[in-house]
């Protein structure tokens, strides 16, 4: 049984699955493209038919700015645009390097962090890239 055939929200299932360490997508069955934010029917279709895969976590910053903030109210940080492998563009940030490294074109990949309260937060870092 799917998450949607169990009556689970599309936030609920992406939630869950974040909580888990994973990074779910939903995919428009009728044009097998890729969409985020999580919603009940596909943005190309107009149907609620798309099933939920999980994606590589690889991507590439779009975009970037330094949001600045005092150090006592946790210091200055990014906020980026990932396009995603699988076509999504979503917002997050690039952890790991100072903010006003981030750069346009830079390869990053996902992981999960917290947020204040302690909920799982899709986070990104730059892709090492191996010899």
Excluded: H
Excluded at 16 to 24: I, Q, S, T, V
Excluded at 88 to 95: A, C, D, I, Q, T
């Amino acid at each position: 049984m799917t998450p949607q055939e169990a009556g689970e929200a599309p936030e609920a299932t992406y939630r869950n699955a974040l909580g888990a360490g994973r990074l779910l997508l939903q995919r428009c069955d009728e044009t097998g493209r890729f969409f985020f934010y999580p919603r009940t029917i596909s943005p190309f279709s107009g149907q609620a038919r798309f099933t939920w895969e999980e994606a590589s976590g690889q991507g590439t910053v779009y975009s970037t700015t330094v949001i600045r903030q005092k150090p006592e109210a946790g210091g200055s940080y990014n906020l980026a645009l990932i396009d995603l492998a699988e076509g999504p563009r979503l917002m997050s940030r690039v952890e790991g390097i100072a903010p006003e490294a981030v750069t346009i074109g830079l390869s990053v990949v996902a992981f999960v962090g917290a947020d204040e309260k302690g909920e799982p937060l899709l986070l990104f870092r730059p892709l090492e890239e191996t010899p």
